[in-house]
């Protein structure tokens, strides 16, 4: 379920640091703007994506699944 909020927190930043970059030389660098807007959008992003995977049901008196033994998958 992580993995879903970072994902989406992470590349919202990343849109957030690529619209807003100064030059350095022959090198595009993400400015201090970037960062500060960034921060934000992604971690409003990571709250919402944690409330959405909030309602992902989950049920915990699901049967357990059977054990496989080795004679069962054909071994000896």
Request: proline fraction near 9%.
């Amino acid at each position: 379920m992580r993995s879903i909020d970072t994902s989406f927190a992470a590349a919202a930043g990343g849109v957030a640091l690529s619209q807003k970059n100064i030059r350095f030389g022959d090198h595009t660098r993400p400015s201090k703007h970037g960062f500060r807007t960034g921060l934000p959008i992604g971690c409003g992003v990571a709250l919402v994506a944690a409330a959405i995977t909030a309602t992902i049901p989950y049920c915990p008196h699901s049967p357990p699944t059977p054990k496989v033994t080795s004679r069962a998958r054909g071994e000896c």
